[in-house]
């Protein structure tokens, strides 16, 4: 199974990023995808899920109403919006596939496949 991130960068606050994770040798859309983060000296974050069928999300409390996650089986990617971005955004971001639930990597801010991180810098 590869993840592959991408779409960081630096991006001033207030403004608004798009991240990608493609994903290969898996049946994409059988498997719940999601977003971490983790800044240096902290611990891994739970940002967002979505199911196989991208019917049902979830958030943290921290960037729900500004991040949109989304995901296109047809082409085994999935995506996350970010939006009002604040210098707490900042971070290195990694995709995960998980063959449970959306909820499953939410609750237990684990999964099954962890791809390579892309890094987000939010400046002021």
């Known amino acids: 199974v590869q993840l592959q991130a991408s779409g960081g960068g630096l991006v001033q606050v207030g403004g608004s990023l798009r991240l990608s994770c493609a994903a290969s040798?898996?049946?994409?859309?059988?498997?719940?995808m999601g977003w971490f983060r983790q800044t240096p000296g902290q611990e891994r974050e739970f940002v967002a899920s979505?199911?196989?069928?991208?019917?049902?999300?979830y958030y943290s409390d921290s960037v729900e109403g500004r991040f949109t996650i989304s995901r296109d089986n047809a082409k085994n990617t999935m995506y996350l919006q970010m939006n009002s971005l604040e210098l707490e955004d900042t971070a290195v971001y990694l995709c995960?596939?998980?063959?449970?639930?959306?909820?499953?990597?939410?609750?237990?801010?684990?999964?099954?496949?962890w791809g390579q991180g892309t890094l987000v810098t939010v400046s002021s």
């Open positions: 995960v596939a998980d063959p449970g639930s959306a909820y499953y990597i939410r609750r237990r801010s684990e999964a099954r496949y």
């Open positions: 040798l898996l049946t994409f859309s059988n498997h719940a």
């Open positions: 979505i199911s196989g069928p991208g019917n049902t999300v």
